[in-house]
């Protein structure tokens, strides 16, 4: 595969700033943010269906009131720490 003129002059610009010592570095950084973007975009349609899913919960009457859930948090927490102690 060939970079066209605008990819390659944007990789030179790069490494002519210092940011990179070469192309392949650039690339390389490219690259990996790519899959970061990509992960991301996965959390977020996973997340996305999550929340559907508790809002259908919700929505049949299924979900836990928000100070028994505080409880229940402050209640693990207060374990761990007794153990960790």
């Known amino acids: ?7 390659q002059e944007f990789i030179q610009a790069r490494v002519e700033s210092g940011q990179y010592k ?3 570095e ?3 950084a490219a690259f990996k943010l790519l899959e970061k973007r990509e992960q991301y ?3 977020l349609k996973d997340a996305r269906e999550d929340v559907q899913v508790g809002l259908a919960e919700l929505h049949r009457g299924e979900g836990v009131d928000g ?3 505080i409880a229940q948090l402050r209640d693990k927490i207060a374990k761990a720490r007794g153990t960790r102690e």
């Open 1 to 7: 595969m060939a970079l066209n003129s605008e990819q």
């Open 22 to 24: 070469n192309a392949d």
């Open 26 to 28: 650039v690339v390389d």
């Open 41 to 43: 975009d996965r959390w």
């Open 67 to 69: 100070e028994v859930v």
